[in-house]
């Protein structure tokens, strides 16, 4: 079997091969850990959105995100309950406040959802099964995924212990479980009724809502009524498919935050990496062999022969090193994801992403280095 050139000339400097794996690795690794914290930011903040069952949304023209909420008249929302198409409404409240570690007494910003137990707002494990739970005052669910700095909640609630705490001052009392998950705009979450929302904050107005759910028969074009509302209602209220909602989100953590830039930065400063290491293996690699390309050179073998070399090193270069790189991204997304609770997880689109720009980074390194083998003149054998 014949064994390509480009190979043989990688291998015969083993410990040079192991410097460039090793350089193309640790590329491969920021690339992998700056795009899934990106992902997870985005994914971790439309979490919530998603799991509302709902096809249209009302906010306030003054809302930014869910960490930015501005309330609204009610009036808004329930003046869509006459129109054709529309099967139900619910009005949800939404604020942080102040929780208190029933275990060490520290405090932290929790998030907090009010709605009446009555509707079936939420999409979620766990909501469903104990909505006659917070139906009694002062009694809320917990995020199960919150950060482990609001305490040993769900430990303690799995043994059966009464689990009594404060928020904001008041003593609450968890009546069940569910799973939300935390994100960059939220450690962690408590669902409850409107009313127990109201008692927390009791400088709210029940009839200033902070997201309005509609939903909508089945076979209802969505765009239709989207559409209808905006026509008919005041401009003092936003009106939103679910996409659209979605959207809404990531749009501020993408436009609104550097958040999103310094993930998209860090991406660059791993493909810069990446280049520079490549570069100068494969630089180093040409200018060693320079005499012997002269020498093919002089046997006849054109320019694009070698050139067509220094591309397969690099192509080789980045398809191995790439294999370690992503071993060690799944390793550390599962560490990083258990430490943070942020649901980062290798994807296909991810992977094939960075192995495209792994490519990419190392056929660049060798276009560069293809400058130096234009100069082997045959000459030089002499």
């Known amino acids: 079997m014949k064994i390509p050139l480009a190979w043989l000339q990688l291998s015969h400097e083993k410990m040079r091969l192991l410097v460039a794996l090793a350089g193309i690795g640790f590329a491969d690794i920021l690339m992998f850990m700056q795009l899934g914290f990106r992902d997870a930011l985005f994914e971790s903040n439309v979490t919530l959105h998603k799991s509302f069952k709902g096809d249209v949304f009302l906010i306030s023209p003054q809302s930014d995100s869910v960490i930015a909420m501005e309330s609204f008249s009610s009036r808004r929302l329930y003046q869509t309950i006459g129109l054709e198409g529309v099967k139900s409404i619910s009005p949800v409240y939404l604020d942080f406040a102040i929780w208190k570690n029933p275990q060490t007494l520290d405090t932290r910003a929790i998030l907090v959802l009010g709605f009446n137990p009555a509707a079936k707002v939420f999409n979620l494990p766990g909501v469903e099964s104990n909505l006659d739970k917070i139906k009694l005052s002062d009694v809320v669910l917990y995020d199960q995924t919150s950060r482990a700095e609001f305490g040993p909640i769900a430990e303690w609630f799995k043994q059966d212990k009464d689990v009594v705490t404060e928020v904001r001052r008041r003593r609450i009392r968890v009546g069940g479980l569910f799973t939300l998950g935390a994100s960059f705009a939220a450690d ?195």
């Open 188 to 382: 962690g979450n408590i669902i409850t009724s409107d009313l127990n929302f109201l008692r927390l904050f009791n400088e709210r107005n029940k009839g200033s809502i902070d997201i309005g759910v509609i939903s909508l028969e089945t076979g209802t074009d969505v765009e239709v009524i989207v559409n209808k509302l905006r026509e008919e209602l005041p401009k003092d209220v936003n009106i939103l498919s679910r996409e659209e909602f979605i959207n809404w989100e990531k749009s501020y953590w993408q436009t609104s935050t550097p958040i999103g830039f310094i993930f998209t930065l860090g991406t660059a400063m791993g493909f810069i990496v990446g280049t520079v290491v490549v570069y100068q293996i494969l630089y180093t690699d040409v200018a060693d062999h320079l005499p012997e390309y002269a020498t093919l050179k002089a046997m006849g073998y054109k320019n694009s022969y070698l050139l067509a070399v220094v591309f397969q090193e690099a192509i080789i270069l980045a398809l191995i090193g790439y294999v370690p790189g992503f071993t060690m991204a799944l390793g550390m997304y599962k560490l990083t994801g258990g430490a943070t609770a942020l649901p980062i997880a290798m994807t296909l689109t991810r992977a094939i992403t960075v192995l495209i720009i792994t490519l990419v980074m190392c056929c660049f390194s060798g276009a560069i280095a293809m400058r130096k083998l234009e100069a082997a003149d045959p000459a030089d054998i002499f």
